[in-house]
Protein backbone atom coordinates (compact mmCIF):
# COMPACT_ATOMS: atom_id res chain seq x y z
CA UNK A 1 0.00 0.00 0.00
CA UNK A 2 1.24 3.64 -0.39
CA UNK A 3 3.72 4.27 1.92
CA UNK A 4 5.35 7.80 2.95
CA UNK A 5 8.41 9.00 0.91
CA UNK A 6 11.65 7.53 2.10
CA UNK A 7 14.10 10.33 3.94
CA UNK A 8 16.34 12.24 0.91
CA UNK A 9 19.58 10.52 0.28
CA UNK A 10 22.17 12.81 -0.10
CA UNK A 11 24.07 10.41 -2.55
CA UNK A 12 20.45 10.35 -4.98
CA UNK A 13 20.97 11.98 -7.88
CA UNK A 14 18.05 11.36 -9.98
CA UNK A 15 15.89 12.99 -12.17
CA UNK A 16 13.36 14.37 -9.51
CA UNK A 17 16.31 15.53 -6.93
CA UNK A 18 16.67 18.96 -6.25
CA UNK A 19 20.23 18.94 -4.97
CA UNK A 20 23.28 19.65 -6.76
CA UNK A 21 24.74 17.01 -8.60
CA UNK A 22 28.79 16.66 -6.69
CA UNK A 23 31.54 15.19 -8.67
CA UNK A 24 34.33 13.67 -7.77
CA UNK A 25 37.25 15.68 -8.73
CA UNK A 26 39.62 14.75 -11.23
CA UNK A 27 37.13 12.94 -12.84
CA UNK A 28 34.90 13.64 -15.83
CA UNK A 29 31.13 13.85 -13.92
CA UNK A 30 28.43 11.46 -15.62
CA UNK A 31 26.20 13.17 -18.53
CA UNK A 32 23.59 13.34 -16.20
CA UNK A 33 25.69 15.80 -13.42
CA UNK A 34 26.63 17.71 -16.63
CA UNK A 35 23.12 18.58 -17.64
CA UNK A 36 21.96 19.70 -14.12
CA UNK A 37 24.92 21.70 -13.62
CA UNK A 38 24.94 23.37 -16.85
CA UNK A 39 20.75 24.04 -16.52
CA UNK A 40 21.31 25.16 -12.95
CA UNK A 41 24.22 27.32 -13.88
CA UNK A 42 21.87 29.46 -16.59
CA UNK A 43 19.30 29.64 -14.08
CA UNK A 44 16.70 27.28 -15.18
CA UNK A 45 14.06 25.81 -12.61
CA UNK A 46 13.94 22.54 -11.11
CA UNK A 47 10.68 22.26 -13.00
CA UNK A 48 12.26 22.81 -16.43
CA UNK A 49 15.38 21.15 -15.49
CA UNK A 50 13.29 17.69 -14.41
CA UNK A 51 12.03 18.05 -18.27
CA UNK A 52 14.80 18.45 -19.59
CA UNK A 53 15.77 15.22 -18.51
CA UNK A 54 12.79 13.47 -19.21
CA UNK A 55 12.97 14.57 -22.09
CA UNK A 56 16.77 13.01 -23.04
CA UNK A 57 15.53 9.90 -20.90
CA UNK A 58 15.11 7.68 -24.10
CA UNK A 59 18.01 8.50 -25.63
CA UNK A 60 20.70 9.32 -23.36
CA UNK A 61 22.39 7.15 -21.08
CA UNK A 62 23.23 8.82 -18.06
CA UNK A 63 25.75 7.31 -15.95
CA UNK A 64 28.29 7.55 -19.31
CA UNK A 65 31.10 9.92 -18.80
CA UNK A 66 31.03 13.24 -20.97
CA UNK A 67 32.82 13.93 -23.72
CA UNK A 68 34.56 18.18 -23.99
CA UNK A 69 32.54 17.97 -27.04
CA UNK A 70 28.86 17.11 -25.24
CA UNK A 71 26.79 20.39 -25.56
CA UNK A 72 23.46 21.26 -24.23
CA UNK A 73 21.15 24.37 -26.07
CA UNK A 74 18.40 25.31 -24.68
CA UNK A 75 15.89 27.86 -24.93
CA UNK A 76 13.32 29.06 -22.86
CA UNK A 77 10.56 31.78 -22.45
CA UNK A 78 9.71 34.28 -19.72
CA UNK A 79 12.59 34.97 -17.40
CA UNK A 80 12.40 36.90 -14.45
CA UNK A 81 14.49 40.28 -13.75
CA UNK A 82 17.88 38.49 -12.70
CA UNK A 83 17.04 36.03 -16.06
CA UNK A 84 16.90 32.67 -14.68
CA UNK A 85 13.56 30.65 -15.26
CA UNK A 86 10.48 32.21 -13.71
CA UNK A 87 7.05 30.40 -12.63
CA UNK A 88 5.79 30.84 -15.87
CA UNK A 89 9.10 30.07 -17.95
CA UNK A 90 8.27 27.16 -20.47
CA UNK A 91 10.99 25.19 -22.33
CA UNK A 92 10.41 26.09 -26.44
CA UNK A 93 13.49 24.74 -27.12
CA UNK A 94 15.87 22.23 -26.93
CA UNK A 95 19.30 20.64 -28.66
CA UNK A 96 21.89 17.67 -27.24
CA UNK A 97 24.66 16.85 -29.04
CA UNK A 98 25.80 14.10 -26.48
CA UNK A 99 28.25 10.99 -27.29
CA UNK A 100 28.56 12.09 -31.67
CA UNK A 101 24.44 12.33 -31.64
CA UNK A 102 22.34 15.67 -32.14
CA UNK A 103 18.49 15.86 -31.45
CA UNK A 104 16.52 18.81 -31.03
CA UNK A 105 13.21 19.24 -30.15
CA UNK A 106 10.55 21.48 -30.67
CA UNK A 107 7.56 22.81 -28.19
CA UNK A 108 4.38 22.31 -29.64
CA UNK A 109 0.61 22.87 -29.14
CA UNK A 110 -1.98 20.32 -30.61
CA UNK A 111 -4.95 19.98 -31.27
CA UNK A 112 -7.10 19.37 -28.38
CA UNK A 113 -5.02 22.28 -26.37
CA UNK A 114 -2.08 19.86 -25.01
CA UNK A 115 1.47 20.37 -25.74
CA UNK A 116 4.20 17.95 -26.39
CA UNK A 117 7.80 17.76 -28.02
CA UNK A 118 8.76 16.84 -31.96
CA UNK A 119 11.81 16.50 -33.75
CA UNK A 120 12.27 18.80 -36.64
CA UNK A 121 10.77 16.44 -38.98
CA UNK A 122 7.59 16.04 -36.86
CA UNK A 123 8.09 12.70 -34.90
CA UNK A 124 7.34 13.08 -30.87
CA UNK A 125 10.11 12.65 -28.20
CA UNK A 126 7.85 10.26 -25.78
CA UNK A 127 8.20 6.96 -26.87
CA UNK A 128 5.54 4.49 -26.07
CA UNK A 129 7.43 3.34 -23.19
CA UNK A 130 10.76 4.11 -21.69
CA UNK A 131 13.58 1.29 -21.67
CA UNK A 132 14.54 2.44 -18.10
CA UNK A 133 12.32 3.10 -15.67
CA UNK A 134 15.30 4.14 -13.39
CA UNK A 135 17.35 7.08 -14.98
CA UNK A 136 19.91 7.18 -12.11
CA UNK A 137 20.37 3.93 -11.75
CA UNK A 138 23.34 1.59 -13.10
CA UNK A 139 22.35 -1.76 -15.84
CA UNK A 140 23.30 -4.56 -13.50
CA UNK A 141 21.53 -7.65 -14.79
CA UNK A 142 20.20 -8.65 -18.42
CA UNK A 143 17.46 -10.69 -19.80
CA UNK A 144 17.97 -14.23 -20.17
CA UNK A 145 19.18 -17.33 -18.12
CA UNK A 146 21.62 -17.12 -15.21
CA UNK A 147 22.37 -18.65 -12.02
CA UNK A 148 20.16 -16.92 -9.13
CA UNK A 149 22.14 -15.24 -6.82
CA UNK A 150 20.23 -16.21 -3.51
CA UNK A 151 18.77 -20.13 -5.02
CA UNK A 152 21.99 -20.93 -6.40
CA UNK A 153 20.15 -23.05 -9.51
CA UNK A 154 20.72 -21.40 -13.06
CA UNK A 155 17.15 -20.42 -13.90
CA UNK A 156 15.43 -17.69 -16.79
CA UNK A 157 15.68 -14.02 -15.39
CA UNK A 158 12.68 -12.68 -16.40
CA UNK A 159 13.87 -8.82 -16.71
CA UNK A 160 16.68 -6.26 -16.26
CA UNK A 161 18.23 -5.15 -12.85
CA UNK A 162 19.13 -1.76 -12.68
CA UNK A 163 20.89 -0.79 -9.19
CA UNK A 164 20.95 2.85 -6.90
CA UNK A 165 20.94 3.77 -3.32
CA UNK A 166 17.47 2.87 -1.40
CA UNK A 167 15.07 5.60 -1.94
CA UNK A 168 16.11 6.41 -5.75
CA UNK A 169 12.60 7.33 -7.46
CA UNK A 170 11.24 4.99 -9.92
CA UNK A 171 9.13 6.27 -13.11
CA UNK A 172 6.41 4.98 -15.31
CA UNK A 173 7.60 3.55 -18.11
CA UNK A 174 4.86 4.57 -19.76
CA UNK A 175 1.00 5.99 -20.12
CA UNK A 176 -1.27 3.71 -18.06
CA UNK A 177 -3.40 1.94 -15.45
CA UNK A 178 -1.84 0.79 -12.11
CA UNK A 179 -2.81 -3.24 -12.06
CA UNK A 180 -1.40 -4.09 -9.09
CA UNK A 181 0.50 -2.37 -6.21
CA UNK A 182 0.99 -4.49 -3.60
CA UNK A 183 3.54 -7.72 -2.03
CA UNK A 184 4.65 -10.12 -4.10
CA UNK A 185 6.41 -13.02 -3.03
CA UNK A 186 10.35 -13.33 -4.30
CA UNK A 187 9.16 -9.54 -5.97
CA UNK A 188 8.51 -7.85 -2.95
CA UNK A 189 6.92 -4.67 -3.12
CA UNK A 190 5.43 -4.50 -7.02
CA UNK A 191 3.69 -2.55 -9.30
CA UNK A 192 1.95 -3.50 -12.48
CA UNK A 193 0.89 -1.21 -15.28
CA UNK A 194 -1.23 -2.03 -18.18
CA UNK A 195 -0.38 -0.33 -21.38
CA UNK A 196 -2.26 -0.36 -24.80
CA UNK A 197 -1.88 -2.86 -26.76
CA UNK A 198 -1.10 -6.15 -24.79
CA UNK A 199 1.75 -4.24 -22.88
CA UNK A 200 2.61 -4.45 -19.53
CA UNK A 201 5.58 -3.34 -17.13
CA UNK A 202 6.58 -4.90 -13.74
CA UNK A 203 8.34 -2.82 -10.87
CA UNK A 204 10.10 -5.14 -8.15
CA UNK A 205 11.98 -5.18 -4.72
CA UNK A 206 10.86 -1.27 -4.09
CA UNK A 207 10.65 0.12 -0.61
CA UNK A 208 7.44 1.90 -0.66
CA UNK A 209 4.87 3.20 -2.97
CA UNK A 210 4.38 6.87 -4.12
CA UNK A 211 1.32 8.52 -2.53
CA UNK A 212 -1.37 8.13 -4.55
CA UNK A 213 -0.22 4.80 -6.20
CA UNK A 214 -3.00 1.80 -5.81
CA UNK A 215 -4.63 -0.09 -8.41
CA UNK A 216 -6.79 1.57 -11.32
CA UNK A 217 -5.12 4.39 -10.68
CA UNK A 218 -4.22 6.45 -13.67
CA UNK A 219 -0.38 7.52 -14.99
CA UNK A 220 1.62 9.09 -16.77
CA UNK A 221 4.92 8.70 -18.48
CA UNK A 222 8.11 9.74 -16.52
CA UNK A 223 5.28 10.22 -13.32
CA UNK A 224 7.27 8.83 -10.14
CA UNK A 225 5.24 5.87 -8.92
CA UNK A 226 7.62 4.12 -6.28
CA UNK A 227 11.09 3.93 -4.34
CA UNK A 228 13.82 1.84 -5.13
CA UNK A 229 14.42 -0.95 -2.01
CA UNK A 230 15.46 -4.82 -2.01
CA UNK A 231 12.48 -6.16 -0.64
CA UNK A 232 12.02 -9.90 -1.75
CA UNK A 233 14.61 -12.27 -3.12
CA UNK A 234 17.14 -9.35 -3.12
CA UNK A 235 20.42 -9.53 -2.31
CA UNK A 236 20.94 -5.56 -2.29
CA UNK A 237 18.90 -2.73 -3.46
CA UNK A 238 17.96 -2.84 -7.43
CA UNK A 239 15.25 -2.49 -9.44
CA UNK A 240 14.09 -5.92 -11.10
CA UNK A 241 12.07 -4.53 -14.43
CA UNK A 242 9.73 -6.93 -16.37
CA UNK A 243 7.79 -5.73 -19.92
CA UNK A 244 5.21 -8.44 -20.86
CA UNK A 245 3.36 -8.24 -24.24
CA UNK A 246 0.38 -10.31 -24.50
CA UNK A 247 1.08 -12.27 -21.33
CA UNK A 248 4.70 -13.12 -22.56
CA UNK A 249 7.51 -11.66 -20.81
CA UNK A 250 10.04 -10.55 -23.36
CA UNK A 251 13.77 -8.58 -22.60
CA UNK A 252 12.71 -4.78 -22.45
CA UNK A 253 16.16 -3.83 -23.87
CA UNK A 254 16.16 -5.53 -27.17
CA UNK A 255 12.04 -6.23 -27.89
CA UNK A 256 10.99 -3.72 -30.64
CA UNK A 257 8.41 -0.84 -29.33
CA UNK A 258 5.58 1.36 -30.94
CA UNK A 259 6.86 4.50 -32.28
CA UNK A 260 5.38 7.79 -30.82
CA UNK A 261 3.59 10.11 -32.45
CA UNK A 262 4.09 11.51 -36.12
CA UNK A 263 2.31 14.42 -37.56
CA UNK A 264 0.77 14.86 -40.94
CA UNK A 265 -1.31 16.96 -43.08
CA UNK A 266 -1.98 19.89 -41.37
CA UNK A 267 -0.92 19.41 -37.81
CA UNK A 268 2.59 19.14 -39.94
CA UNK A 269 2.08 22.23 -41.66
CA UNK A 270 1.11 23.75 -38.37
CA UNK A 271 4.36 22.66 -36.68
CA UNK A 272 6.77 23.64 -39.58
CA UNK A 273 5.44 26.89 -39.01
CA UNK A 274 6.00 26.89 -35.43
CA UNK A 275 9.18 25.21 -36.11
CA UNK A 276 10.36 28.28 -38.09
CA UNK A 277 9.01 30.48 -35.52
CA UNK A 278 11.49 28.80 -32.57
CA UNK A 279 14.60 28.87 -35.37
CA UNK A 280 14.00 32.83 -35.67
CA UNK A 281 13.69 33.19 -31.89
CA UNK A 282 16.37 31.25 -31.29
CA UNK A 283 18.21 33.68 -33.90
CA UNK A 284 16.47 37.14 -32.46
CA UNK A 285 16.89 35.66 -28.60
CA UNK A 286 19.03 38.54 -27.56
CA UNK A 287 16.21 41.41 -27.62
CA UNK A 288 13.40 38.79 -26.46
CA UNK A 289 12.31 37.81 -23.06
CA UNK A 290 13.52 34.30 -24.08
CA UNK A 291 16.94 32.86 -22.80
CA UNK A 292 18.85 30.13 -24.55
CA UNK A 293 20.99 28.26 -22.28
CA UNK A 294 24.54 27.28 -24.35
CA UNK A 295 27.53 25.40 -22.31
CA UNK A 296 30.20 22.47 -23.11
CA UNK A 297 28.57 20.12 -20.54
CA UNK A 298 31.72 18.69 -19.10
CA UNK A 299 33.01 22.40 -18.93
CA UNK A 300 30.09 23.36 -16.77
CA UNK A 301 31.06 24.08 -12.88
Known amino acids: MPAQEPEPNPELLTAFDDSPPQT????????????????????????????LVRLLASDVDFQSRLNPSDRIEVLFSQPDGD???????????????IGGTTRSLYRFQLEDGSFDYFDKDGRSARQF????????????SGFGARKHPILGYT????????????????????????????WAGGYGKQIIIRHANGYETSYNHQTSFAKGIAPGVRVRQGQVIGYLGQTGLA??????????VNGTKVDPMRVRLPTGRVLKGDDLV????????????????ENGPLKVASAKLAASE
Open 235 to 244: TGPHLHYELM
Open 24 to 51: VRGSLPSIYDGIYRAAYSYGMSKRLTQQ
Open 129 to 140: LLRNPLPAGKFR
Open 155 to 182: RMHTGVDWSAPIGTPIIAAGNGVVEKAG
Open 270 to 285: AFKRERERIDELLRQQ
Open 83 to 97: DAASDDSELLYVSAS
